[in-house]
T-cell receptor
């Protein structure tokens, strides 16, 4: 079967660093994606990992360990506008189907 | 480049009524997805099309939900009859055909917020 776990909620302070973890179990892996979703809006693409290691994109970085079924999204220099839900999704290798976690709601406090 | 278009943006109906949602994907995107997102949860795939063929509809409640993608472009999702638990946001997404080591991802439309009373 396929299963994705991530924390439901996290709180951090403006200017700080926060790490959002995601663990997954899947048959046929074809990449792990992170999306940001502000309340009432559609998800937007943040990052993609298919090989082990760290991908950095500005204030956002994403890490993947395929052997451990583990990923994290690292957000640096937090800003108030980073308050949103962060969705971890795995893409299946044969069908290119995306399986989403329940999302982590991040609150950034002043 | 125009994004994924969806309509309507909001819909309120009573239970047992019917409703239809429309999606126009990004031009040239062969893969189209319909998701249901209940408040506080992640998107759940209802159906995935590759051109006008169905790739996955394993989580589509086929006794009440139907979807089609004529000519491999626009798509409609219908619910008939609606139940209270169908209240959710219905998201449409599209992506190119994946090939090689492409980092192709899916792009989401703004969604349709359905309220069933």
């Amino acid at each position: 079967g396929q299963n994705i776990d991530q924390p439901t909620e996290m709180t951090a302070t403006e200017g700080a660093i926060v790490q959002i973890n995601c663990t997954y179990q899947t048959s046929g892996f074809n990449g792990l994606f992170w999306y940001q979703q502000h309340a009432g809006e559609a998800p937007t693409f943040l990052s993609y990992n298919v090989l082990d290691g760290l991908e950095e994109k500005g204030r956002f970085s994403s890490f993947l360990s395929r052997s451990k079924g583990y990923s994290y999204l690292l957000l640096k220099e937090l800003q108030m506008k980073d308050s949103a839900s962060y969705l971890c999704a795995v893409r299946a290798s044969r069908t290119y189907k995306y399986i989403f976690g329940t999302g982590t709601r991040l609150k950034v406090l002043a | 480049e125009a994004g994924v278009a969806q309509s309507p943006r909001y819909k309120i109906i009573e239970k047992r009524q019917s409703v239809a949602f429309w999606c126009n994907p990004i031009s040239g995107h062969a893969t189209l997805y319909w998701y249901q997102q209940i408040l506080g949860q992640g998107p759940k795939l209802l159906i995935q099309f590759q051109n006008n063929g169905v790739v996955d509809d394993s989580q589509l409640p086929k006794d009440r939900f139907s979807a089609e993608r004529l000519k491999g472009v626009d798509s409609t999702l219908k619910i008939q009859p609606a139940k209270l638990e169908d209240s959710a946001v219905y998201l449409c997404a599209s992506s190119l055909i994946y090939s090689g080591t492409s980092t192709d991802t899916q792009y989401f439309g703004p969604g349709t917020r359905l309220t069933v009373l």
